[in-house]
Structures are given as C-alpha cells and as structure tokens.
C-alpha cells in the first residue's frame, strides 16, 4: 500500500476514505489537474476513484459545490460528469470523492495530437458536447435569477479580498457595459479545455463541475475557445460542432477578457 503521499492524505483521512473505499492498495497524485485543488487517483478494494482536496477558503467553498453538483446529477443520464461518491469537510481542507474516469482533458489530447485534422475533430466533438448541455432540458438545474448580475456580485467579493487577476476598473466597466440578455440554458461556468476529458478521439465527459447551473451560454463558448482562437481551422471546426451561435469580438471580450478575470 502506498501511504507517503501528499496534500494532508494521513492516516485520519485514509481511514475516512477507506470506510467507502475499502483498503486503499495505491494513491498519487495527478499532475495534469488540480490548478484549485490537490488531485489523486486511488486505486481501492471497491473501485478506482478521484479524490480532490481543496485548502484555500475561495477553493473549498468551489469544491463543496461541485460536491452538491455532482450529488445532484447523482444516477442520471443527460449529462456526463464524474459520479459523486463522498464529500469530508475537515478543519482546514474539504474533500470530494468520486469516480475515476478513464481518458485526458482536452488540452493534453490536443497538446499530443499528431496532425491538425486530429486537432479539428477533438475541437468539433467538444463543440458537440457543448451544444448537446446547451439543448439540455433538465429538472436538475432551475433558473433562479439573473446569473450575469449573480457573477458580477462575487467577481465584486473576490476583488475586495484579493482573490483574482481582475481589478476594479474593468468590473466597474462589465457593469456599466453589459451584454444584451440572451436565453439562459444549462452552461458548465468554466468551460476550458482543461475541464473537459477525451476518450476515445472525442470529448466526451465534463469535469470541474463547481459552475454548472443556469446561465448565459455565450460564457461557455467564449471558455471553450479561447485557446484555439488564433487557429481560425480549429475554431470553425469548434463553430461546426456546435452549431447554436457564434461570438461576436464584443461577446467574447466581455467574457474571455472580462469577466473570467476574475474567477
């Protein structure tokens, strides 16, 4: 058994997680995720699992969301995400147990691509899957508000206590300069290529779940090509996959150079 690890995961956590697990045979650490939070694989008696434990006070509150997401979408089928298994709350550090999931986030698949036709279908499949959460009609998220104004209040919470790269005049210009309101539908809220996962040539999972609700699909699509926009091929390939609508230079700035500054 492999018990020098990491992050905190002591004896007093193993034996929480192996209550659910069984005897943990081998844990390490995922080097490729955990930008929020530390991320192990854990190789069990029940099963494989991910576990992710969060320390900062901004990342614990985002993981205890993501834990109450993933519960949410516990057992249903329209939306493919990790299972939620377990959540620990402990002094200092929160815990989300959940399954292992095989395959690589977009950003390794693409990083490892090896033509760029390869780099278009991974941009359309991920243009697909975007456009099958946006047609999502699901019981398991309600509209609740105005999301923009909802961002835009804790964009404000995490200016004043120095939790982001965004400073107080470009909130004061997002809020003088809104957007036209469109359709709110069900969006993932960091929908990068890091919060995506490849199976198979194609993206076929969502990870990272802790901004998934009701809300304005344009800050999903923006997320989603923000890195490929300089590649006008994998962002067509990406527009042909999904189909809804494209971005306008405004709606993307106001996103990918606005208010992502801030989260």
Known sequence: MTRGLKFNLDKDLLDKLEVITGSIHRAHMIDEQGWTSAVHKISAVNGTYILKSSFKEKYREWLKTEAEVLKKLKSQQEIPVPEYVHYIEETGRNHLLMSYEEGMTLTKALREAVSHDEKKQLMKSFGQLLY???????????????????????????????????????????????????????????????????????????????????????????????????????????????????????EFNYFENGLYEFF
């Open 132 to 250: 099958w959460l946006h047609e999502t009609e699901t019981a398991h998220f309600e509209l609740t508000g105005d999301w923009l104004e909802e961002e835009l209040k804790r964009a404000e919470r995490y200016l004043e206590a120095g939790e982001c790269d965004g400073d107080r005049e470009l909130l004061e210009k997002l809020k003088a300069n809104r957007l036209a309101e469109v359709k709110q539908t069900v969006i993932h809220g960091d929908c990068t290529t890091d919060n995506v996962m490849v199976r198979d040539g194609e993206v076929r999972l969502f990870i990272d779940v802790a901004g998934m609700t009701v809300g304005d699909p344009r800050y999903d699509v923006a997320l989603a090509i923000r890195k490929v926009m300089a590649d006008s091929e994998l962002t067509e390939a990406f527009y042909e996959g999904y189909g809804l609508f494209r971005l306008s230079s405004r």
